[in-house]
């Protein structure tokens, strides 16, 4: 029997398709971007989101600075900042996507408070998680 957890990861790593990923790193060491290749090895289109690489072409996309700065929909924006400052970029999230599926923090990354405004809008909210370990444990690869 799967988990109700599981279950609802499971649905949201299914219905995601575009990844605005915050917090993009070109080092190839860094979580960020491991994981960024990871998703868009999966076929997802992850969007690399990171103010002092912007412009670049990383992943077969322009590196955007802000959330504001990307064109049409996105399913999932996926955190890769510190807890004190996913606030602000759920909040960001939640203003520029209105049909957003989810806001995801990553590892180590917790705003209660920005995830009960996700879901007060409709919008799924993961924290302290990674998809990049999700997937593979849920058998969605």
């Not at 995830?115 to 990049?132: D, I, L, S, T």
């Amino acid at each position: 029997m799967i988990h109700a957890e599981d279950a609802r990861i499971a649905g949201i790593l299914t219905r995601c398709r575009t990844i605005a990923l915050v917090g993009w790193s070109p080092n190839p060491d860094r979580p960020s971007h491991r994981v960024a290749v990871f998703l868009a090895r999966q076929g997802y289109r992850v969007i690399p989101v990171n103010p002092g690489q912007a412009g670049q072409i990383a992943l077969g996309e322009t590196v955007r600075a802000s959330l504001s700065e990307i064109e049409g929909h996105v399913d999932m924006v996926d955190i890769f900042r510190r807890s004190e400052a996913a606030g602000a970029v759920v909040d960001d999230a939640l203003a520029r996507f209105p049909e957003l599926v989810c806001v995801w923090m990553q590892l180590g990354v917790e705003d209660e408070a920005a995830a009960a405004r996700a879901r007060a809008r409709g919008v799924e909210a993961v924290m302290n998680r990674c998809p990049a370990i999700e997937i593979p444990r849920l058998g969605l690869g």
